[in-house]
T-cell receptor, first 116, second 112 residues
Framework: DTGVSQDPRHKITKRGQNVTFRCDPISEHNRLYWYRQTLGQGPEFLTY????????KSRLLSDRFSAERPKGSFSTLEIQRTEQGDSAMYLC??????????????FGSGTRLTVV | GQQVMQIPQYQHVQEGEDFTTYCNSSTTLSNIQWYKQRPGGHPVFLIQLVKSGEVKKQKRLTFQFGEAKKNSSLHITATQTTDVGTYFC????????????FGKGTLLTVNP
């Protein structure tokens, strides 16, 4: 296992188009998170899965955003009718969900979305 | 909702100088984690602190968790150019979701 993979790395889209991002977590990790990061800011929580169940969704996430994790493996994040304000780095992370000095999130390299 | 604040926002040092970043949470935390993000990269996990008053060291990095579990600090001794990046603290307020709330980070630049 080489870590958390995200695809694509970059996406440029026209305003109003739909985009979908994919995340493949570390296989032993049952928890998967999506975060969004803009320049000069820390990652901002979007949504969380435990196995295939989406257990929490940020109030900041509009109805244009939807995420799935079929069969508790990979996850997809879809943004419909993109707006310029959606331009950001979308980060996926996975974790074991265990408290301890060595148990943190493993982030993927992210998908950088630019809406023009 | 929970807020995590970090200061300073930026810190520029000469190589060999020490560096400290401070993190404060609006609520008591179950645990706190620290991440490093190199320019153009993604956050990389450094450590998780769980116990009140805990101090952990990783080579030149020293991490502390406050007695009240609402604040934390990261201290780097004798900075090197490889320490350049943004350091984020991230708090977990408990519960089974292990959701982290990140601070805005401290960008460290090191002049060789």
């Amino acid at each position: 296992d080489t870590g958390v993979s995200q695809d694509p790395r970059h996406k440029i889209t026209k305003r109003g188009q739909n985009v979908t991002f994919r995340c493949d977590p570390i296989s032993e990790h049952n928890r998967l998170y999506w975060y969004r990061q803009t320049l000069g800011q820390g990652p901002e929580f979007l949504t969380y899965f435990q196995n295939e169940a989406q257990l929490e969704k940020s109030r900041l996430l509009s109805d244009r955003f939807s995420a799935e994790r079929p069969k508790g493996s990979f996850s997809t994040l879809e943004i419909q009718r993109t707006e310029q304000g959606d331009s950001a780095m979308y980060l996926c992370a996975s974790s074991l969900g265990t408290v301890g000095p060595n148990y943190g999130y493993t982030f993927g390299s992210g998908t950088r979305l630019t809406v023009v | 909702g929970q807020q995590v604040m970090q200061i300073p926002q930026y810190q520029h040092v000469q190589e060999g100088e020490d560096f400290t970043t401070y993190c404060n949470s609006s609520t008591t935390l179950s645990n706190i984690q620290w991440y490093k993000q190199r320019p153009g990269g993604h956050p990389v996990f450094l450590i998780q602190l769980v116990k009140s008053g805990e101090v952990k060291k990783q080579k030149r990095l020293t991490f502390q968790f406050g007695e009240a579990k609402k604040n934390s600090s990261l201290h780097i001794t004798a900075t090197q150019t490889t320490d350049v990046g943004t350091y984020f603290c991230a708090g977990n307020s408990g519960g089974s979701n292990y959701k982290l709330t990140f601070g805005k980070g401290t960008l460290l630049t090191v002049n060789p």
